[in-house]
């Protein structure tokens, strides 16, 4: 036969188990000798912790511990909606002035070409030509490089941060 497990010796020393389960454990320690000396040890400390003397609370000891949480400082947290708008104000911006340049050549106010369509309204706005702008490639690579930039910014604000904060936190505690 196995072994009886510390569950089993704590189950017989509480006197939880069934009748069944005693005798069967109580045969099991006739003739094991390493289990006999387990269950002797754990019935040793059992005995010794059972006549060390209870200890009660002091009479006052809710008073001191009502004022104690009364005296510390009420954390409140701080609300981030400013800090998560004030981070996505640059994509805003950005939205916005490839909105009215997507409507200003659709518009046909703004051309990629020769510049020479009008508009079909009475008015006649001047038209701008893109291309050149366009062709420059460090220009377009530098706007791409500052919309990584801030995404990768808010991504650090707005979620590892508060996700390594919270995780450093519980490792702390």
Not at 62 to 84: G, I, N
Not at 127 to 132: D, M
């Amino acid at each position: 036969m196995k072994h009886l497990t510390d569950e089993e010796l704590f189950r017989l020393l509480d006197g939880e188990c069934s009748a069944e389960e005693k005798h069967t454990f109580e045969a099991h320690l006739h003739t094991c000798a390493a289990c006999m000396a387990s269950y002797k040890d754990l019935r040793a400390i059992d005995l010794q912790l059972q006549q060390l003397p209870i200890e009660s609370p002091s009479l006052d000891f809710t008073e001191k511990l009502m004022d104690k949480l009364q005296v510390a400082p009420v954390l409140q947290r701080k609300s981030q909606w400013k800090t998560y708008l004030l981070m996505l104000a640059p994509f805003g911006v950005v939205f916005v002035f490839s909105m009215l340049l997507f409507a200003g050549y659709a518009a046909g106010w703004l051309t990629f070409g020769s510049g020479t369509e009008t508009i079909p309204f009475q008015f006649q706005l001047p038209s701008v030509n893109l291309q050149p702008l366009l062709e420059n490639s460090w220009l377009v690579n530098l706007f791409l490089l500052v919309n990584t930039a801030l995404a990768l910014l808010l991504l650090d604000k707005a979620v590892l941060q508060p996700f390594f904060r919270k995780r450093f936190n519980r490792v702390v505690k």
